[in-house]
């Protein structure tokens, strides 16, 4: 193995140099951004934006949702989002293909099932018609999700 001065940090067989160093800490960090890593996140929004259509912002997947949902006298329609990983209602095979495929990618970092449901009052009705959709990888973490545009829909269902 080389060897290793103050300014190189060896990594597996290879040595990287502070500068290097460096580039890899602010490509990690979102304030950082340089133009090389604007130009990867730039990437992965139109990659997924030509895989799978509009990118959405969250406020507008849970208002498409909702709206799917016919309307009910004396009800407001609404949406619910639940995490993949403990949603406990059936997925089709079609729509768990198109997760494998979403995962496959690696340009998503989260996914959730989005389905449609009555408020009236205090009183909740649960409709069908859930929506599996996923969030960029490249979102900003720290940054509240209702007005950035960071999701896709993979599949909605009956």
């Given at each position: ?7 190189h940090?060896?990594v597996?067989e290879?040595v990287v140099g502070?500068?290097?160093r460096a580039a890899?800490i ?9 133009e090389?890593t604007?130009r990867a ?8 934006q030509?895989?799978y259509?509009q990118?959405?912002s969250?406020r507008?997947v849970l208002?498409?949702?909702?709206r799917?949902?016919?309307?009910r006298?004396?009800?407001f329609?609404d949406?619910l ?5 403990v949603?406990?209602?059936p997925?089709?095979?079609e729509?768990l293909?198109a997760?494998d495929?979403?995962?496959?990618t690696?340009l998503?970092?989260?996914?959730w099932i989005?389905?449609p449901?009555?408020?009236s009052l ?15 990888n490249?979102?900003?973490?720290y940054?509240p ?5 960071n999701?896709v829909?993979?599949?909605h269902w009956d």
């Amino acid at each position: 193995m080389a060897e290793v001065s103050n300014a190189h940090l060896a990594v597996g067989e290879s040595v990287v140099g502070d500068r290097e160093r460096a580039a890899i800490i602010r490509a990690e960090l979102p304030g950082q951004r340089t133009e090389r890593t604007e130009r990867a996140h730039c990437t992965i929004r139109s990659e997924a934006q030509l895989r799978y259509g509009q990118i959405l912002s969250w406020r507008a997947v849970l208002d498409a949702v909702a709206r799917v949902a016919p309307r009910r006298l004396f009800f407001f329609r609404d949406a619910l989002a639940t995490k993949l990983e403990v949603y406990r209602g059936p997925i089709p095979d079609e729509a768990l293909l198109a997760f494998d495929e979403a995962q496959r990618t690696g340009l998503f970092s989260s996914y959730w099932i989005v389905t449609p449901r009555y408020e009236s009052l205090g009183a909740r009705l649960a409709a069908s018609d859930p929506w599996l959709v996923a969030q960029l990888n490249d979102a900003d973490a720290y940054a509240p999700g209702f007005h950035l545009s960071n999701y896709v829909v993979l599949a909605h269902w009956d």
